[in-house]
């Protein structure tokens, strides 16, 4: 069974551009979430979304934002780069959205100068 | 999910059993203890998860004392690959994906 995968590996960008990142789930999983992760915040929850619909928020400024496609593979979009958007952006699925039955893609590394 | 203090770094020799201590005082009655493990550039991955007494995988063994305030990741043998950042949460099984933090974890260094 095929795992998570996450485009782009890496990714860089300047301030005030705009990024999308790509997620595609194990097969079979409806739930998509997605993290931020920090070396001095570590992991933060930003949004999950099931079955299409945006079931829960992270709080995070409203340049994040996401959508889930019919066939359950997730974007994630970052509008109006900050230097402190710099991060690995994790993406995660499951069955249901538990949150220990989660399989974590590699991530994407963000940059921004 | 529970608050949980381990040590921010670790070393070891290849060939050594690692243990990694995990502290949660306010753990819950219905509260399960799981462990991950993260490489760098990579994302988390589910190790092992306990309620009480002993669990063991192919992969480690955790130990949970009678009081549950406590747990201890035990990794047999370590090599060089187990180098990575190992992460304790404590938290119901129903928690949702949006409960999920990890804080710094605990660095463990492998050396050869």
């Known amino acids: 069974k095929a795992g998570v995968t996450q485009t782009p590996r890496y990714l860089i960008k300047t301030r005030g551009q705009q990024v999308t990142l790509s997620c595609s789930p194990i097969s079979g999983h409806r739930s998509v979430s997605w993290y931020q992760q920090t070396p001095g915040q570590g992991l933060q929850f930003l949004f999950e979304?099931?079955?299409?619909?945006?079931?829960n928020k992270g709080n995070f400024p409203g340049r994040f934002s996401g959508r889930q496609f019919s066939n359950s593979r997730s974007e994630m979009n970052v509008s109006t780069l900050e230097l402190g958007d710099s991060a690995l952006y994790l993406c995660?699925?499951?069955?249901?959205?538990?949150?220990?039955?989660?399989?974590f893609g590699p991530g994407t590394r963000l940059t921004v100068t | 999910l529970a608050k949980t203090t381990q040590p921010i770094s670790m070393d070891s020799y290849e060939g050594q059993e690692v243990n990694i201590t995990c502290s949660h005082n306010?753990?819950?009655?219905?509260?399960?203890i799981t462990w991950y493990q993260q490489f760098p550039s990579q994302g988390p991955r589910f190790i092992i998860q306990g309620y009480k007494t002993k669990v063991t995988n192919e992969v480690a063994s955790l130990f949970i004392p009678a009081d549950r305030k406590s747990s201890t990741l035990s990794l047999p043998r370590v090599s060089l690959s187990d180098t990575a950042v190992y992460y304790c949460l404590v938290g119901p099984p129903g928690a949702g994906s949006y409960q999920l933090t990890f804080g710094k974890g605990t660095k463990l260094s492998v050396i050869p």
């Open positions: 306010n753990i819950a009655t219905n509260d399960y």
């Open positions: 995660a699925s499951s069955l249901a959205g538990d949150y220990y039955e989660q399989y």
């Open positions: 979304y099931f079955s299409e619909t945006q079931r």
